[in-house]
């Protein structure tokens, strides 16, 4: 118990991998080799196609690769794995994809039915969404989680889409204008070429940020030329090497799937345990950083709830925005840290100084952090220099 008291006052730094997992959830991109002959089209009129596209049903094959820069096998684990009541709860299953090279099976048919297996070798691990139920299968240990899908589904999203400001354009050339709009100065929307992913001809749209500072180098979305349909996402790093994200279909059919592949009976003799919406807790049981942190802001995302003394402060806008978090309480020393935690923040953790003090730079190819030695954390898909300088001129 000492040890665990001793190690959770390192959850902040180890916390920006949680972040980092976040943000490639937020994150579009590319598509793979080819050059289909399509007619010209303007990113606008490519985004107006992507708005208009009403994709309710399709099956396939998809394949995620991620690269943080990180130790995430060992980190995602730490994370999310070992502490929940199931090998199949999702909140511990799905960490698996912030790191390494995965293939899923996917089909949905409408908002009421969707199923997701994650291929591990002859292992796999399904995930179905039918109506009311959330079953989980894991058929390693052959353990099964179910829940019952919240009954105030329609309200959570009215309350999220509450929290942005403005009203959500009405047609799908509105909300291209918005999109374009909204990307103003800071970033860049074009066409480049086409490409045939899953057999499919597609578009390229590439967004790249025209401010200095920003960690991301482009994002691109391979587009179904036919649907509108997004197919192949890549999200690349200034740093080069592996892209952060390169996540597509190799296989698709937007046809009906069958009505089989979205019921499940757990098998005779199999550990069923029961989520929190059976027990009345619903949103307690999310996955952390899902629910409460993409709502609630990073005070609410893995390992920094409770720890903010003023609150979570925005500096800067579009690319570079950086958030400023103040825990009110100096930062642990890592050489009191376990020797395998010592061993992680070592591995992604630069020492920097300034006219702030001085501090830690935990890096990602995609998300950096600078904890300062004085309980400062500022956090943001910028450069180190970046992070320096916004601390430097909250002094």
Known sequence: ???????????????????????????????????????????????????????????????????????????????G??????????????????????????????????????????????????????????????????????????????????????????TPKELADEVLKAAGDTTSITVDGTAKVAGRD?????????????????????????????LKFTLASVDGGKPVVDAGFTKVDFGKPAASDFTFKAPEGAKVTEGAAEKGA????????????????????PGFGDLGKDGLNVIGEGWTTIAKLDTGAPAPRTDEAPKEVQGLLGSFGDKVTGKFGSGTVFKTKLVNALLTDDGKVYVGAVTQDALVNAANAGK
């Open 81 to 170: 794995g070992g502490g929940g009541s199931s090998s199949a709860d999702p909140a511990d299953r799905l960490t698996e994809l912030v790191s390494g090279t995965h293939t899923l099976r996917v089909a949905a048919d409408g908002p009421e039915r969707q199923r997701l297996t994650l291929l591990d070798g002859s292992d796999e691990y399904s995930l179905i969404h039918n109506g009311d139920d959330v079953w989980a299968y894991d058929s390693k240990s052959g353990e099964v989680f179910h829940e019952k899908a919240p009954a105030d589904a329609a309200a959570k999203g009215e309350k999220h889409g509450k929290q942005f400001p403005g009203t959500v354009p009405g």
């Open 282 to 301: 619903k949103e307690e049981q999310l996955p952390e950083g899902f629910e409460k942190g993409f709502g609630g802001g990073l005070g609410d995302l």
């Open 1 to 79: 118990m000492a040890d665990t008291r001793k190690a959770s006052r390192f959850i902040v730094p180890v916390a920006v991998a949680g972040v980092a997992a976040a943000t490639i959830g937020l994150v579009p991109a590319l598509a793979a080799s080819g050059d289909p002959d399509l007619p010209e089209i303007t990113a606008q009129q490519l985004i107006e196609k992507i708005a208009a596209s009403d994709t309710q049903t399709l099956s396939g094959t998809f394949k995620i690769s991620t690269d943080l820069g990180l130790p995430l096998d060992g980190l995602a684990s730490g994370l």
């Open 202 to 230: 597609a578009y390229q749209l590439v967004i790249k940020p025209k401010q200095s500072g920003s960690t991301v180098e482009s994002v691109k979305i391979a587009v179904d030329a036919a649907n509108g349909t997004p």
